[in-house]
T-cell receptor, first 114, second 115 residues
Framework: AQSVAQPEDQVNVAEGNPLTVKCTYSVSGNPYLFWYVQYPNRGLQFLLK??????LVKGSYGFEAEFNKSQTSFHLKKPSALVSDSALYFC????????????FGAGTRLAVHP | GAVVSQHPSRVICKSGTSVKIECRSL??????MFWYRQFPKQSLMLMAT?????????EQGVEKDKFLINHASLTLSTLTVTSAHPEDSSFYIC???????????FGPGTRLTVL
């Protein structure tokens, strides 16, 4: 079955420290994977995507993610967290059975403390 | 990326009334738009796929007679919540997909509160 899992409901990080938000996937075929960020009462903003090519994907606002096929993971990372990074983060995979149907993880709330 | 707008951003209505939410693609002709709903502190749930000029495809468990979707042009899709009830209160988000980039662009969302 197609699924995307985010094992952590919340991640707490001190400002300036590196952050990781975890995501694992189960999507058939060649997975298309995405990270989105959502601020309160706002829609989703695209951060980055993996389609093919380099396993390390760089995205907006200094975020990057590493596609690991053997571990079926696509963790989001940033070397130095900012308080303004505090938001809700969603990992998503493209469902191959339909046109661009995204399967979302449950979301991880990132809290960056000063 | 594509720019997507939604109107209204917030709406409060009485139980039993109908509410229309608009989703507009401002700089891209979208043959396909998606409608999601999001409950507090939960993930997005796909409600339906809106195809320009044809009937929408609804996900399992979504009542098509309650959530009417019209995609009359390449830049506009509407979601009408008919006979709204308090349990329909939610955050409704639309998106468009660019086929060549396998990427969806999301609107800012509409907060519906049914009293």
């Amino acid at each position: 079955a197609q699924s995307v899992a985010q094992p952590e409901d919340q991640v707490n990080v001190a400002e300036g420290n590196p952050l990781t938000v975890k995501c694992t996937y189960s999507v058939s075929g060649n997975p298309y994977l995405f990270w989105y960020v959502q601020y309160p009462n706002r829609g989703l903003q695209f951060l980055l995507k993996y389609i093919t090519g380099d396993n390390l994907v760089k995205g907006s606002y200094g975020f990057e993610a590493e596609f690991n096929k053997s571990q079926t993971s696509f963790h989001l990372k940033k070397p130095s967290a900012l308080v303004s990074d505090s938001a809700l983060y969603f990992c998503a995979g493209l469902y191959s059975g339909g046109y661009n149907k995204l399967i979302f993880g449950a979301g991880t709330r990132l809290a960056v403390h000063p | 990326g594509a720019v997507v707008s939604q109107h209204p951003s917030r709406v409060i209505c009485k139980s039993g009334t109908s509410v229309k939410i608009e989703c507009r693609s401002l700089d891209f002709q979208a043959t396909t738009m998606f409608w999601y709903r999001q409950f507090p502190k939960q993930s997005l749930m796909l409600m339906a796929t809106s195809n320009e000029g044809s009937k929408a495809t609804y996900e399992q468990g979504v009542e098509k007679d309650k959530f009417l979707i019209n995609h009359a042009s390449l830049t506009l899709s509407t979601l009408t919540v008919t006979s709204a009830h308090p349990e329909d209160s939610s955050f409704y988000i639309c998106s468009i997909a660019q086929r060549s980039y396998n990427e969806q662009f999301f609107g800012p969302g509409t907060r519906l509160t049914v009293l």
